[in-house]
C-alpha cells in the first residue's frame, strides 16, 4: 500500500515532533486519503475491504514508528465496526462511508472519571426530549476527541446503558484538549462535557440498555485487536533500535553487545516479541475464520503484546542509556506510550482474569 509507506516515511522523521505538538490535521488527511481510516470496512462503504491479518500488518507497521498515528486507525476503526455491526441499514448507509473515508473523524467518549475498567458506572444521562434525546455528562481521554467530528457516546437511559453518535458541532458540546500527559501525546487527546446535547433518536445505535453489552464491546474488541498489533510494531522498533545500539556502542573496552548481560536482554526481548506476535496471527486466523474464540484470541494478544511493548521498550531504554532518554527518543518515547497501552482498552489487570476465567472453563485445552 504506498499510501501508508508513504505515512510510514513521514511517521519516521516526524514522530517525534508529533508527540510534542500534536498529529497534525494534513497527516490526518493523508491518512485518509491512503485508505487508513476504513481498511477492513467493505469496498460497498468505500472502505478497503482487508482482512483481518492484512489490517494487523497495517496496524503493527504503523505501531511501529508512532502510537499516536495508530491510534488514529484504531479509534475511527472501532466507532467503523460498532456502527456496521449494530447500527440500521440507513445509519450504515448514512455515516459508514463518511466514516471510511474521513470525511468524518471519529471519537470515542465512554470514559469517566468513576468509570474507566468499569464502563458500567458511567454517569453521562440519556434523557427523553419529544422525540429526541438530551445527553448531559463528561467524558475524558476521548482521543482525537479535539478534532473529531462525532463521538460514539456511552451513557445511561431509564432503559439502561446506551449509545448514540453525537456530532461536535452540536450545541453543548465542549472541547477541552489535553497536553503533556503521559504517553499518545500527538493524539489530539480531550475531555469532552455535553451540556444537554440534543440528539435525534435516529443517532441511537442499537436499542437502550445494548450500549455496553453489545455496541461498546464490539468497539473495544475492535480496538483490542488493532492495539494488539501495535504493540507488536512497538515492541519490533524498540528491540531494532536496541539491537543497533549495542552493535555499535563501546562501553569500555568492548562493545555493549560483548557484555552478556546486554545479549541476554537481547535474547529476552526477540523471545517474548515473537511470543506476542504469534498470539497477534492466532487471533487474526480465528477473526477472519469467524470462530467465536476469537473475541478470546483479541484479549490474549493484547495483554501480551501490551505487556511485551511496555518491557521490551523499559529494556530498550536500559540498553540506550542516556540516549533512550533524549527527547527525540524512539524507545523512551515507545517506553511511555507502551504503560498507556496496558490500560486502555481493558486494563491488564481486567484481561488476566478473563483469560484466567477461560482457562478454568476449559476454553484453553
Not at 242 to 250: D, K, N, P, Q
Amino acid at each position: 500500500m504506498i499510501g501508508v509507506d508513504t505515512l510510514v516515511a513521514s511517521a519516521e522523521a516526524d514522530a517525534a515532533a508529533w508527540d510534542e505538538s500534536g498529529l497534525p490535521v494534513d497527516v490526518i488527511g493523508a491518512a485518509a486519503q491512503a485508505g487508513i481510516l476504513g481498511l477492513d470496512r467493505s469496498k460497498d462503504d468505500r472502505g478497503l475491504g482487508l482482512t483481518a491479518a492484512e489490517l494487523g500488518s497495517v496496524a503493527e507497521r504503523l505501531g511501529a514508528v508512532c502510537t499516536s498515528l495508530r491510534s488514529l486507525l484504531t479509534v475511527q476503526g472501532l466507532v467503523n465496526a460498532a456502527v456496521d455491526r449494530w447500527g440500521t441499514a440507513e445509519q450504515r448507509a448514512q455515516w459508514l462511508p463518511a466514516l471510511a473515508t474521513g470525511e468524518l473523524l471519529a471519537g470515542f467518549a465512554a470514559t469517566e472519571t468513576g468509570a474507566g475498567s468499569d464502563l458500567a458506572s458511567v454517569s453521562t444521562r440519556f434523557e427523553a426530549h419529544g422525540s429526541d434525546h438530551r445527553i448531559s455528562g463528561r467524558k475524558l481521554w476521548v482521543t482525537f476527541g479535539e478534532v473529531a467530528d462525532v463521538l460514539l457516546v456511552l451513557g445511561r437511559s431509564p432503559a439502561g446503558l446506551t449509545t448514540a453518535l453525537v456530532e461536535t458541532n452540536s450545541p453543548g458540546v465542549c472541547v477541552e484538549p489535553i497536553h503533556g500527559q503521559l504517553g499518545m501525546r500527538g493524539a489530539r487527546l480531550a475531555h469532552i462535557d455535553l451540556d444537554g446535547v440534543v440528539v435525534p433518536a435516529g443517532h441511537l445505535i442499537a436499542p437502550p440498555g445494548f450500549g455496553l453489552s453489545h455496541v461498546v464491546s464490539t468497539a473495544l474488541d475492535h480496538g483490542r485487536y488493532t492495539i494488539a498489533w501495535g504493540c507488536v510494531g512497538m515492541s519490533r522498533a524498540c528491540l531494532g533500535d536496541a539491537v543497533a545500539h549495542a552493535s555499535t556502542r563501546v562501553q569500555g573496552s568492548a562493545v555493549l553487545s560483548e557484555y552478556d548481560g546486554v545479549r541476554a536482554i537481547l535474547g529476552r526481548s526477540w523471545v517474548d516479541a515473537a511470543g506476542a506476535r504469534a498470539l497477534c496471527e492466532r487471533a487474526a486466523e480465528q477473526r477472519d475464520a469467524r470462530e467465536p474464540a476469537a473475541i478470546f484470541a483479541t484479549v490474549a494478544a493484547k495483554f501480551a503484546a501490551s505487556r511485551v511493548a511496555a518491557s521490551v521498550s523499559q529494556q530498550a531504554v536500559q540498553v540506550l542509556g542516556a540516549a533512550g532518554c533524549a527527547s527525540d527518543s524512539r524507545v523512551g518515547r515507545f517506553f511511555r506510550d507502551a504503560k498507556v497501552m496496558q490500560i486502555i482498552e481493558g486494563a491488564t489487570e481486567v484481561a488476566e482474569l478473563q483469560i484466567g476465567d477461560y482457562v478454568l472453563g476449559g476454553g484453553a485445552r
